[in-house]
């Protein structure tokens, strides 16, 4: 059985940095990318990065691009997001998700091209 587990969100002010991380258990094989979403509320889920099996393609959402940097560690089975800057707007609930490719391909930030999901973390930036 998959299972996906986000950890270290909480409140921070704005400007401040949280490092989020995804432990992944369960996987028959690790040549999957993996992406990470934010959902607001009242608003739909929304793509915040995505990163190739091999950690050596990386994509980010334009709004936290040169704020965020999306990791892995293939050994620990760990995905990570160094969020750093950080902005009110970034307030959300954050979740990890295990994609049905290997690489972040041009749709990565689409929900459906991933098929395991964690059960988010909660993220609050203080203004």
């Known amino acids: 059985q998959v299972q996906v587990v986000e950890s270290g969100g909480g409140l921070v002010q704005a400007g401040g940095s949280l490092r989020l991380s995804c432990t992944v258990s369960?996987?028959?094989?690790?040549?999957?990318?993996m992406g990470w979403f934010r959902q607001a509320p009242g608003k739909e889920r929304e793509g915040v990065s995505c990163i190739s099996w091999s950690g050596r393609g990386q994509q980010y959402a334009g709004t936290v691009a040169g704020r965020f940097t999306i990791s892995r560690d293939t050994f620990k089975n760990t995905l990570y997001l160094q969020m750093n800057s950080l902005k009110p707007e970034d307030t959300g609930r954050y979740y990890c998700?295990?994609?049905?490719?290997?690489?972040?391909?041009?749709?990565?930030?689409?929900?459906?091209?991933?098929?395991?999901w964690g059960q988010g973390t909660q993220v609050t930036v203080s203004s």
């Open positions: 998700a295990i994609s049905t490719y290997s690489n972040c391909v041009g749709s990565w930030s689409l929900t459906d091209r991933y098929h395991y």
């Open positions: 369960g996987t028959p094989r690790n040549d999957y990318a």
